[in-house]
């Protein structure tokens, strides 16, 4: 693996973790030219998935653009890198669980919506109101109507699925 920083051609894996569902191999990696220090990622060789977009381009899927989106939605949110990246790997495992070569940028969102929504409101408003192009005030008044039907109560101290809140906020000062 050449380094990042001064382009010599080998590095030393200094340390090796996979992720939880055992789809990524993370490495630290040293170089013994510059001596410094950088990770890299592992995955599987799979196969290209083409994202139809709504003026009907096709390009193919970047998790980075997803990992973008989420990051800019998840701004000043209590949301680490980690948790994001793990949302990301869910999003992704979905997408290629469909077993198509095409998606439309819809189902993408709609995924990605779905993880925001478990992770954190704000994110997902935030979201939501890029990815649903609201026109006005009302429907985006409506959207937020709808997540508080379906949240559970914060008096039960009860998140999505039962457990207990990790990051997730009540809506008081946001």
């Known amino acids: 693996m050449k380094c990042p920083f001064c382009?010599?051609?080998?590095?030393?894996?200094?340390?090796?973790?996979?992720s939880d569902d055992q789809s990524v191999v993370r490495r630290r990696r040293e170089c013994p030219e510059c001596s410094r220090r950088f990770t890299t990622y592992e995955r599987p060789g799979e196969v290209r998935i083409f994202v139809i977009k709504k003026d009907g381009r096709r390009e193919p899927f970047d998790r980075n653009k997803v990992i973008a989106g989420m990051t800019k939605a998840c701004e000043k949110r209590p949301i680490s890198r980690e948790a994001i990246e793990?949302?990301?790997?869910?999003?992704?495992?979905?997408?290629?669980?469909?077993l198509a070569e095409e998606m439309p940028t819809s189902e993408i969102g709609a995924l990605v919506m779905q993880a925001l929504r478990?992770?954190?409101?704000?994110?997902?408003?935030?979201?939501?109101s890029?990815?649903?192009?609201?026109?006005?005030?009302?429907?985006?008044?409506?959207?937020?109507?709808?997540?508080?039907?379906?949240?559970?109560?914060a008096a039960t101290g009860e998140g999505p699925r039962g457990s207990a809140p990790s990051h997730r906020t009540t809506g008081h000062n946001t």
Do not use: W
Not at 118 to 128: G, I, Q, T
């Open 130 to 153: 890029v990815y649903k192009e609201f026109r006005d005030a009302d429907s985006f008044l409506k959207e937020i109507e709808s997540l508080v039907r379906k949240t559970p109560s």
């Open 7 to 18: 382009q010599h051609d080998d590095t030393r894996v200094i340390d090796s973790r996979t």
């Open 86 to 98: 793990q949302a990301v790997d869910g999003v992704e495992r979905a997408v290629r669980d469909q």
């Open 118 to 128: 478990e992770m954190d409101e704000v994110a997902y408003v935030r979201f939501a």
